[in-house]
């Protein structure tokens, strides 16, 4: 047999460090003592976060965490302990193979654990908490607490370390058991057989030997106390109060609120997102931000912080975003954001600031949105309101070149300065609304070609300098709604090319000559939509929009126009929604409306229109919505409404109608609403609806029909089976035959209220609502019922709401609300009530309000314990 000869290096590793070398327990113990430490400061606090997450969001696999998290410290206390073996027994080779593998196995057993944990908790645990504020354009915005990636996979020195240590440790000490037999049975070298078989244990001196000695006694309990010393921390798991009041942050109680303390939890998640929104904050310590260098998003709103400092948010060098509203601000410190030298968005709404200091945003250079202002939502509702700013610092913005977005709006300014807005060419949207600015010098907007909305409504401006809006070439949107503007130069708006929206509502541009007003909108050949209502304008020049051939959208409402020239809306084919009500306006040219044949909203209500000003809009072949209510027309003629096949509303209140022609509406197919309210009508014409199939209100309230008949329904409302809505209330109905609505299959609600259905009999009131299987709600209030029969609501399964308020019924008949199983509300408020047949309530399984107020009952019904009863 050949021997085989092993590299000195491996030779001499072996010899030393070997399992049976000289050092191997030396090795061995150095080896696993940074392996405690790397795993007990690189994952102990990690996995201890987590845990405490899951408990915070009452994850399912709570447990789970727990137990993997214990099983880790586990792993951790055994590999701090069993080196401490080798010390016991240095030459037994069993010892030192028993530890050579118990290397391999806590290797794979922290990898695991830790892989198990971390890749559960990026699946299963996510915070998402939406806070509302001012941030620009959107009303609110998610703050999400979640774990990245990067715990399973870290990129970071000491969890990289942590991680991939113990996949490569594994790997080594497997190779090295593998190799030990092979390495015995390789010859050595011949220099250094006889070294091989010296004493693996030379003698060491006294000294020496005492030092080796404390540091065997010493080794275990340092590792053992490191470990417990981590599980004491008050940030994670198991050391956490448990006290989640400021999740992912920790709040102490003092006597004016809550103060923050430290968000050292959210530094050992990692997390990018941190919302602390109405937590009753009122003071913040100097280090509670100290451990979140990568924070990116963070919200205080709705806590009370009247002063902020510089040293509370300094450690935030990696901030984006920062809300600050509703915190109660009274003051800030100049060098308050001065590490912030990331930060984006800036948001310091509702509070009671009244200055700035000049050097706030400096250094600031990423800033692209400050927002000082107030904020409504989608539907107008407030969600914020602004400051109590009074001044604008004049070097406010120059540290500040990126910034795209300021928001001053609902403060107190009262004046802007001239080159405020010098050093700020990138600004897109400037809100100054809701000040008290009564002057803007000739410069205040130059320099700003990128700005595309400015917002000057609700101010005291009088009048605009001819230059004031030179150069804004990509304005889109410009709002001067609610000022006094009463003096506007001719062509104050002529250079702006881009602009698609200009409101120009509740002003005096009334006091304009003709002249004057005629050239107002020359050359916005892009603008879409124009809002001149509230003017007290008087006459409408016949040019006055000649030049806007891409109007969409015209409204001059609340004016004082009498009349419109011939051709006004020439040139402006393209409108689509063009509002003229409460102008007074009558008396129309023929063939005013001819050209606008893309028309699809046409308000006109209180404009005292003739029948004859009524045949003007035969041409409006796409009109969808169409109101002429208030304008005491009389009549509509017949054939009128022919050509208005595509109409879905129309609004005929408040005309004085005292009869409707037989085939008014016969073409209307697509009409989806109708209002006939407030008018005179006595009696419905037979087939007056016949082609309405799409029809889904109908409103003929306030009227004088005093009967509906079978045989007069048999042709009034044929073929309406689409109809949800009917509104009869306040009629003179004294006569409901049975059946009368029996057609109505999809009606929801009908309201007979204020009529006169005390007449009838019971013979003619059973099973008039029969077939209304789908009905929701009832009014049947202010009839002067003196009875009901029993059957009357006899297949209105599905109604939710049945008001028999304010009638004459003395008494309920058994079985009344019999099969009515979804009611919730039931109203029997001022009848005269003395007593109620027992289980009348009965199979009322639903029922949630009952209102029995103004009755003479000696007892409320049993059913008051279950339910809201007024009594």
Known sequence: MVAMYCPISAVLY????????????????????????????????????????????????????????????GFLCLNSLYPSILFLFPSKKSVRLGAAMMDAILDMAYTMTYLVITLLAIYELKLDKQVSGNFGDEPAVNFTAELDASFAFPSDFLGYFAVYYSVAHVCTVCRALENYEVQHSMRQPPNLQKRSQRSMHPANSGQFKSCKLICKVLYSPVLVAIIIYLLLSSNTYPGHS?????????????????????????????????????????????????????????????NSLPLLTKKMLCPLNALNLLDLGRVGLERVDKDAFACLSSLRVLSISQNH???????????????????????????????FQGNELETFPQKLLEHSPHLRVLDVSENNLREIPEDGFAGNQRLEILDLQSNSISELAAKTFAGLNNLRRLDLQKNQLTQLPPDLLAGLDNLQSLNLNDNELGEVSPRVFAGLSSLQTLALKSNKLGKLSSDMLSDLFA?????????????????????????????????????????????????????????????????????????????????????????????????LRNLKTLDLGWNQVGEMPAGSLDKLGKLETLDLRENELRRLPPDLFALLHNLQTLNLNNNALGELSPGVFAGLTSLQVLELKSNKLNKLSPQVFADLFAGLSNLETLNLNRNRLGELSAGVF????????????????????????????????????LDLRRNGLRELPAEVFTGLNKLQRLNLNANSMGQLPAGLFEGLSDLQILDLRRNSLKDLPAGIFAGLGKLQTLYLTGNSLDELPEICSLVECWS
């Open 353 to 383: 600031l009244k200055h700035l200091p000049e050097e706030l945003l400096y250094p600031m250079p990423a800033l692209e949105q400050l927002l000082l202002g107030g904020k409504t939502n989608a539907k107008g509702l407030r969600i």
């Open 523 to 619: 050359g916005l050949s892009n603008l879409e939509t124009l809002d001149l209502a509230y003017n007290e304008i008087y006459a409408v020049p016949a040019g006055l929009f000649q030049d806007l051939r891409n109007l969409q959208v015209l409204s001059m409402r609340t004016n004082r126009i009498r009349k419109l020239p011939h051709g006004v809306f020439a040139t402006n084919r393209k409108l689509q929604t063009l509002i003229l009500g409460s102008t007074g306006l009558g008396g129309l040219p023929k063939g005013v409306f001819s050209d606008l044949s893309n028309l699809q909203t046409l308000n006109c209500d209180r404009c005292s229109f003739s029948p004859q000003d009524i045949a003007e809009l035969r041409g």
């Open 242 to 302: 448990g006290d989640f009041g400021c999740f992912p942050c920790r709040c102490q109680v003092v006597s004016d609120g809550a103060q923050l303390q430290s968000c050292g939890l959210a530094g050992v998640l990692r997390l990018k997102d941190i919302s602390l929104s109405e937590q009753g904050i009122s003071s913040v310590t100097e280090n509670a931000f100290r451990f979140l260098p990568g924070l990116q998003r963070l919200s205080l709103s709705g």
């Open 14 to 73: 072996a010899e030393y460090f070997g399992v049976q070398g000289k050092f191997y327990g030396f090795k061995v113990a150095m080896l696993q003592f940074l392996t405690v430490i790397l795993q007990a400061f690189g994952k102990l606090q990690i996995l201890g976060g987590i845990v405490s997450f899951a408990i915070h969001e009452a994850s399912e696999h709570s447990e789970v965490f727990k137990r993997c998290f214990w099983a880790f410290v």
């Open 742 to 777: 029996s057609g109505l299959s999809s009606l929801q609600n009908l309201d007979l209220a204020y009529n006169k259905l005390n007449r009838l009999s019971d013979e003619r009131l059973g099973g008039l609502f029969a077939g209304l299987s789908d009905l929701r709600t």
